[in-house]
């Protein structure tokens, strides 16, 4: 009887030290970026959530995935025992990941309100001394799910030839679901932040398309904090430009005069501090240094501004906008926009708005007749593609791709997808 009960003890210990060995084995082969997409499209069992500290978690809104520098999702919205938080969530594998990455001495990461792990081992802290709240995963996702997931290729359709049609149909249908995801989550915002003003959202988006992927995350808080009334009363190119310079707490960007005219701005509106910090010039090119972008933003902005509403109606075509960009004025003479940069002004903007304001149906085939007369876009995802479609020449076919990827392959959604289901051998999408 002992004997068995020793088997017992033996059998129970080794099964566990096993499943631990697998465990930690496990946790070596995860890569953040399987964490990033469990997020990001939120594919993790979401009931009764609990922080690491016991305290219950609602996620409103997860945030927008940052490509760049600074926590892995911006703009998030939760609530944790009923408080309402706004701010950054940041994701690893080992909540100790923080300290190793050196997050508790950055400034940058103050602004976390949720510490998303696999395995929580460690409590960690803000660079102010403010805990943070911590959501663990590891017994909310599938493990073999994570397995195939983690799929080092990319595409796992690479390899395979495709039929032409087959392409056409799925990009066209991922590029209609990725944009009409994009109009929801603007028209989201536009009543969350703009009250429903469209003005507004249209200097949001324009700004965000001047200030490009490194610093376009910040025309949200600037557009926040400025007054309309200003904007709409200023009386020369100049003094837009200084305001929102201002606004955008570069004034160590403005010469001694410039300075003097905003602290007059300032007094006679009453200005608060500009609560806009953060911009980024890491592997940014002088010509798009936020203090140009904002120039020559000001610049088209103060021209425009009495008929912002006007200029994306559907009878607006793609060169009257391109004409209104390249208008001479001093700031396109000493800083002139190139032309990938007004294209892509164009397509993030323009088009985007344009999108967003018409008719859900005829706006994605005039979006799709628009993009398919400008170049394509130079990108990472559209080389993922090369050689398993045809060539990518005009920006509908990097439009494509960029949705084709985002929207099905790097969640690996490959049984939704007419390509995944062609090469599968597959007939119809369950």
């Given at each position: ?23 930690q084995s ?13 997020w ?21 809104q997860?945030?927008?995935?940052n ?8 703009s998030?919205?939760i609530?944790i025992d ?12 080992k ?6 990455h050196?997050?508790?001495?950055d ?5 976390v309100i ?26 909310r ?24 049609s ?17 109009k929801?989550a ?6 969350r ?6 003005w507004?959202t249209a200097?949001?988006?324009?700004l965000?398309a001047?200030l ?13 904090h ?16 200084i305001?929102?310079?201002g606004?955008a707490?570069l004034?160590?960007?403005?010469s ?18 500009s609560?806009?910090i953060?911009?980024?010039y ?9 203090e140009?972008?904002i ?17 994306f109606k559907?009878?607006?075509t ?6 209104s ?15 990938s ?9 323009f ?14 085939e005039l ?10 876009e ?9 050689k398993l479609?045809?060539?990518?020449k005009?920006a509908?076919?990097s439009q ?13 959604n490959?049984l ?11 007939t119809?999408?369950?």
């Open positions: 009887m002992q004997l068995s009960n020793f088997s017992l003890q033996l059998s129970q210990i080794t099964i566990s030290t096993v499943f631990s060995l697998y465990f496990f946790i070596r082969r995860m890569n953040e970026y399987f964490l990033h997409t469990v990001n499209h939120q594919t993790f069992i979401p009931y009764n959530l609990k922080t690491a500290n016991g305290k219950t978690l609602i996620i409103h997860k945030g927008i995935y490509h760049t520098n600074g926590p892995d999702f911006k998030a919205e609530s009923k408080e309402k938080l706004n701010g950054d969530i940041e994701i690893h594998i909540s100790s990941d923080w300290v190793n050196k997050h508790h001495i400034d940058a990461y103050d602004n949720l510490h998303v792990v696999f395995d929580h081992d460690k409590a960690v802290f803000k660079k102010n001394g403010g805990p943070i709240e911590t959501l663990v995963l590891k017994h996702i599938n493990l073999a799910l994570a397995q195939t997931v983690q799929n080092k290729k990319d595409l796992i359709c690479s390899g395979n030839s495709l039929i032409a087959t392409w056409q149909k799925q990009s066209s249908r991922s590029l209609g679901l990725r944009y009409t995801k994009k929801l603007i028209s989201q915002l536009l009543e932040e703009f009250h429903g003003d469209w507004l200097f949001w988006l324009l965000k001047y490009g992927n490194h610093n376009g995350e910040l025309a949200l808080p600037i557009t926040k400025i007054q309309k009334r200003i904007l709409l009363t200023c009386t020369n190119p100049s003094e837009m430009t305001y929102l310079l606004t707490n004034l160590e960007k403005l001694k005069q410039e300075k003097q005219l905003y602290n007059s701005i300032k007094f006679k509106y009453q200005l608060p501090a609560p806009v953060g911009w980024k890491k592997e940014v090119r002088p010509s798009s240094f936020p140009i972008r120039r020559q933003f000001a610049n088209w902005i103060f021209h425009n501004r009495n008929k912002l509403d006007l200029w559907e009878n607006v793609v060169d009257e906008f391109r004409i960009l390249v208008f001479p004025n001093d700031i396109t003479k000493s800083h002139p926009l190139g032309e940069k007004i294209n892509e002004i164009i397509i993030n903007g088009l985007l708005l344009q999108f967003c304001r018409g008719n859900s149906n005829h706006s994605l979006l799709s007749k628009n993009l398919s007369k400008l170049p394509s130079t990108n990472s995802i559209s080389r993922k593609f090369y479609i045809p060539p990518v005009t509908l076919d494509q791709t960029i949705s084709q990827y985002q929207e099905f392959c790097v969640i690996k490959c939704n997808c007419l390509i995944g289901c062609e090469v599968l051998g597959r119809s999408i369950k």
